[in-house]
Each structure stands twice: as C-alpha cells, then as structure tokens.
C-alpha cells in the first residue's frame, strides 16, 4: 500500500475492516472454548464430536477461560443451558464434568448479575426461594428477561440434580410464584384444562404438559396408595396394640389380685407361726406338769406299794407260815390291802 493512499484511509476513516477472527470447524472442536465460539453448534452434537474424538476430560484452563469470557460468549446463558440439559443425560465422569462447569457458570452469574451469593450449607428449597426472589422482578417484566429465565432453569436443573430439591417440590416452589391463582367463579374453565386446550396451545405444549400431569397424578395416587397401606398398618398396630393393652389390663389385674392372695396368706402365714409358737409352749408347759405329776405318781405309787401294802402283806405272809396258820390275822391284812387298794383307786380317779 503506498503511502498516498494509507493517508487517505487515515482522513476518510476508510481503512478496511479486519477479518474476524477464524472459528475452526466443527468437526475439529475439541473444547469448551470451541463450543461457545461455535455458535451454531449444538450441544447435543459438541458432546457426541467429543466422544467421536475420544475427549475425556476438560481442561482446567479450558473451563477457566469460558468462565472468564461467558458474559461475552453467552450473555443470556442459553448455550451453557442447553450444554447442561445435554450433560445432565450423559452418565459417565465426563459428562459430570461438563454439569460441574454448568454450575459453577450458574453461581458465577448470579453472584455477577443479581449480586446473590449462595451459601450452600442451606436446604435446596431455601435456595431456590432466593434464586426465585431475585430473579422474579425480570421475569414478572412485561418482556420477560431471556437471561433471567435460562438462570432460573438451569438453577432448577442443578439443585434437583445436586442438592436433591424434588422435582414436584421444585414445581410447587414455581407454581406458588408463577402460576395463575385459580378462579373462584364456579362456571369457568380450571387453569389446567385452559391450558391444555386453548386456542394457541400447540401439540408439543400439551404433550409436555400431559407428560407433567401424568407424573404428577402417578406420584400422587402411589402417594395416596401408600398413604392408605400406611393407614391400614398404624391401624392394625392400633388395634395390636389395643389387644396387648387389654391383656396386659388383665394381667395386672390378675397379678394385683395374686399379690393380695399373696399378702393375705403370709398374714395367715404368720399368725399360724405365732400360734405354732403358742401351741409348742402349751405343750412343752404340759410335758412339764407330765413330767412333773409322772415323778410325783411314781413316787406316791412307791410309798403306796412300800409303806402301805408290802407290810401288810409280809404280815400275812408271816401269819401263813405260823404253825397253825393264823387265818384271822390273814383275814384281817387281806383285808387291809384290799381297803388300802380302794382308797388308792378312789385318789386316782380324782382331778
């Protein structure tokens, strides 16, 4: 170029443009950096030419420079949305490594563009509520904000997938906030069948719908099912546990009156020691006199029999052997015996 006409382009401000910069074809991409510069290419695909190319790891300055440039290369995050989608359905280390980068861009831009800085230490229903509330304003605008939304989907995504927020919780969380409050007039068509078949509602929107419904009335009626069967066991552990009171009512009743039993015979236990006691004196006290009255008789019979008869009998023994025998003084001792004999009787049968 001559010097002449670089002046020129100087004054006239017609200095040609410089050939942008040459994005590779998409065959040859093998890289984050490449897929968002890519910009027709789908996600679907980059992941598949990644695993043709056999591509099995990101690069941590890769993911680093995509964070760095993703206001620039993705300002309404649709791209690292779809790559997400796509991610969240490959169930290798890989592809947990693309959901990963999906959401750390995630918290990246919603730290950068709505100032909020999640503490992941709480539950993912809180988390998500905060997402919502700062995100709603956008959405709620009367065009609603492209960036916001694919945030608020790909937030949803990553706490069901990560923080395991339940998918019908995360609908009931959106729904509270989003959906149409239901009419209160008796004649008018409800949200759901509204939705379902109006006017501009295409095949696919009530295909997706049908799909959420159907689910939901799945869960719902297995919920029920098991809420039933729950009921049915809570009520025959009831009715068992009901069944074991009742003996156990009886058991105790039975028992209380065992122990009575129990306290009246020791009673009677005892009384009859004390009595046992009293009757063993009563007897050791009559063996006493017994024994006593028996040494006594002894010795009364022993006088009877030595001082009072033996005599009276060596006399008439005596009498006998007299020459000739004195019959009247045998007579007479014999008779004496005899009346000694009647006294003793008459003593004996005496108290």
């Not at 591509?55 to 309404?76: A, I, R, S, V, Y």
Request: aromatic content about 4%; some cysteine.
């Amino acid at each position: 170029m001559t010097s002449k006409k670089r002046v020129t382009e100087v004054i006239t401000g017609n200095k040609k443009p410089e050939k942008p910069k040459s994005v590779p074809k998409s065959e040859e991409i093998s890289s984050l950096v490449g897929y968002y510069q890519a910009e027709k290419l789908p996600a679907k695909k980059f992941l598949s030419l990644l695993n043709k190319n056999k591509t099995d790891t990101l690069q941590e300055q890769d993911t680093k420079q995509c964070l760095e440039q993703l206001g620039k290369n993705d300002p309404d995050f649709k791209r690292t949305l779809e790559l997400l989608h796509q991610a969240l359905s490959i169930q290798t280390k890989f592809g947990r490594q693309f959901v990963d980068f999906a959401f750390q861009a995630c918290r990246q831009q919603l730290k950068v563009c709505c100032d909020l800085d999640l503490n992941l230490e709480q539950p993912a229903n809180i988390l998500f509520e905060q997402i919502l509330q700062v995100l709603k304003p956008k959405l709620e605008a009367k065009k609603p904000d492209n960036l916001s939304l694919n945030l608020l989907k790909a937030s949803g995504f990553w706490l069901n997938h990560a923080v395991n927020l339940g998918e019908f919780e995360l609908i009931d969380l959106l729904a509270k906030e989003f959906a149409l409050q239901k009419s209160e007039k008796p004649n008018q068509t409800s949200n759901a069948i509204d939705i379902l078949l109006r006017p501009d509602t295409n095949l696919r929107t009530m295909i997706d719908t049908l799909t959420v419904a159907d689910s939901g009335l799945s869960k719902a009626k297995s919920a029920k099912d098991s809420e039933i069967r729950e009921q049915q066991r809570r009520q025959k552990e009831y009715e068992r546990a009901q069944a074991l009171q009742k003996r156990l009512d009886e058991a105790k009743n039975e028992l209380s009156g065992k122990e009575q039993r129990i306290v009246e015979l020791l009673s009677n236990l005892e009384q009859s020691k004390v009595e046992k006691e009293s009757l063993e004196k009563k007897i050791q006290d009559i063996q006493t006199v017994n024994t006593h009255r028996k040494s006594e008789l002894k010795g009364h019979c022993r006088v009877f029999l030595d001082k009072k008869i033996s005599p009276l009998l060596e006399d008439a023994l005596e009498a006998t052997n007299l020459e000739p025998p004195r019959k009247n003084i045998i007579t007479e001792r014999l008779e004496m015996v005899k009346e000694e004999i009647k006294r003793e009787i008459k003593w004996l049968s005496t108290d």
